[in-house]
């Protein structure tokens, strides 16, 4: 009996199912989405690959990708570097100087990024 009890309060405090927040990009690529005291965090699910250069001295970059969302707008990828980000009513736009990282029909919840507004 003392061993039903145990399992009917694990079961009880522990969910069922964990339910991550995924995010699947206009190219396919899913991140899970986490969030800090600066704004939110996308953590590519799998590995990325990235075109690198122009010409003959193209090279493919292939690795877990990480954008940062920043509550004033600002975005941050090691591979794009520093852009911004908005939202709109089809989805949020990550904008880089070297591209840009779509995710259409989707929203955001970036805090204290409301105010980020395509």
């Known amino acids: 009996m003392k061993y039903l009890w145990s399992v009917i309060a694990l079961s009880i405090a522990t969910p069922a199912f964990a339910v991550d927040l995924l995010y699947v990009s206009a190219d396919g690529h899913q991140y899970r989405y986490s969030d800090n005291n600066n704004g939110a965090v996308l953590q590519s699910v799998n590995p990325v690959s990235r075109f ?3 010409g ?3 090279e ?3 690795g877990t ?3 940062y969302l920043g509550k004033s ?4 990828s090691e591979f794009f570097g520093s ?3 908005g939202w709109a009513n089809g989805g949020f736009i990550i904008d880089f100087q070297k591209g840009a990282v779509r995710f259409p029909r989707q929203e955001i ?3 204290g990024g409301m105010h980020c507004r395509l």
């Open 52 to 54: 690198k250069g122009q």
């Open 56 to 58: 003959a001295a193209t």
């Open 60 to 62: 493919i970059v292939t």
């Open 65 to 67: 990708e990480t954008i």
């Open 73 to 76: 707008c600002d975005a941050y």
């Open 83 to 85: 852009g911004t980000w």
């Open 109 to 111: 919840d970036v805090p």
